[in-house]
């Protein structure tokens, strides 16, 4: 074992037993351009394929987080102002956290399912269900 993999192992054994047994999921890579003031996220389409969730969705929820109008343009998002690439990625990574990852066994084998007017974030991996505030 080398270094690396020794520190990761004792981080890992700090957490809950079930949280160690699967790979993390991996954040899309977001390819994103200006254009003027607007920021353009070229790929749009592979990252809503890859979080496995509607286009719609994560569209709205940039545009409230980063305070900007967005709209969906092909396989492109068009954000209406200057958005850092970091900034866009911490988004994304706290939208994945909230609305696809599992909170109990942090897969992401998840499904939005509406009951009621809640929407709940659904864990087909271990029944998990909890209410999605997004
Ligand atoms: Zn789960």
């Known amino acids: 074992m080398d270094r690396y993999e020794e ?11 079930k949280t160690q047994k699967f790979e993390r999921f991996e954040l899309p890579q977001i390819e994103m351009f200006y254009q003027g003031n607007k920021t353009i ?7 809503v394929q890859k979080v496995r969730r509607p286009a719609q969705l994560l ?7 980063l305070a900007v109008p967005a709209s969906i343009d092909g396989n492109k998002l068009v954000l209406n102002g200057k958005i850092s690439d970091r900034n866009l990625k911490e988004k994304l990574q706290t939208f994945v956290d909230m609305a ?25 991996a271990c029944g998990a269900r909890s209410p999605l505030k997004i």
């Open 59 to 65: 569209s709205k929820y940039f545009s409230k987080e």
């Open 7 to 17: 520190l990761l192992d004792r981080a890992l054994s700090s957490l809950p037993e």
């Open 41 to 47: 996220i070229r790929n749009f389409d592979a990252i």
């Open 100 to 124: 696809v990852i599992c909170k109990e066994c942090r897969r992401p084998d998840t499904r939005i399912s509406d009951v009621g007017s809640v929407k709940m974030l659904i864990c087909e």
